[in-house]
């Protein structure tokens, strides 16, 4: 089974690859941030479309938006999670949708303050897949890693 993990973002999309239960590839994907701000989501659909063509993944899986202290971000990683599930409908590719607490605390990730959380993150990546990858990366690369271990079929869309 191929599992595309994403941490996605207007600007910054973290992917992890994982074939077999073993992560096979990772990156970050970059949006122009000069383009207006839905010019930016339908840029990061399309690359995010254009990695799914590539990879033929049996699952996506994704976190679900949560609320930062800023409704205007809120909105748009709304939208932007919106954008990337029409995508995957529109390819017939199914995807999963897990809550950050849920893989977060699978994968040991400590701190209070999303600063920390993310130092966390970066470190375990480290530590337990020996890659040396930015906070994006590293939250995809942990999405995934609960979703070998905790992704079941009928959980699907």
């Not at 073993?22 to 339908?42: H, T």
């Not at 199914?94 to 849920?102: L, R, T």
Request: include cysteine; glycine fraction near 4%; charge should be negative.
């Amino acid at each position: 089974m191929t599992i595309l993990a994403l941490d996605q973002a207007t600007k910054h999309t973290g992917f992890a690859i994982f074939s077999e239960g073993k992560l096979i590839d990772y990156g970050v994907l970059n949006a122009d941030q000069d383009l207006p701000i839905f010019a930016r989501m339908n840029e990061m659909r399309l690359m995010i479309a254009e990695l799914v063509d590539n990879l033929c993944p049996d699952i996506v899986v994704f976190e679900q938006v949560q609320y930062q202290q800023n409704q205007t971000v809120y909105s748009q990683l709304s939208q932007l999670q919106g954008f990337v599930m029409s995508a995957l409908f529109q390819k017939d590719v199914p995807f999963y949708i897990v809550e950050p607490v849920v893989w977060k605390s699978f994968a040991g990730v400590k701190g209070k303050k999303r600063a920390e959380q993310k130092e966390s993150t970066i470190a375990l990546a480290k530590l337990i897949y020996k890659v040396a990858v930015s906070e994006d990366t590293a939250d995809a690369i942990f999405i995934g890693h609960w979703a070998v271990s905790n992704y079941k079929e009928k959980q699907v869309r």
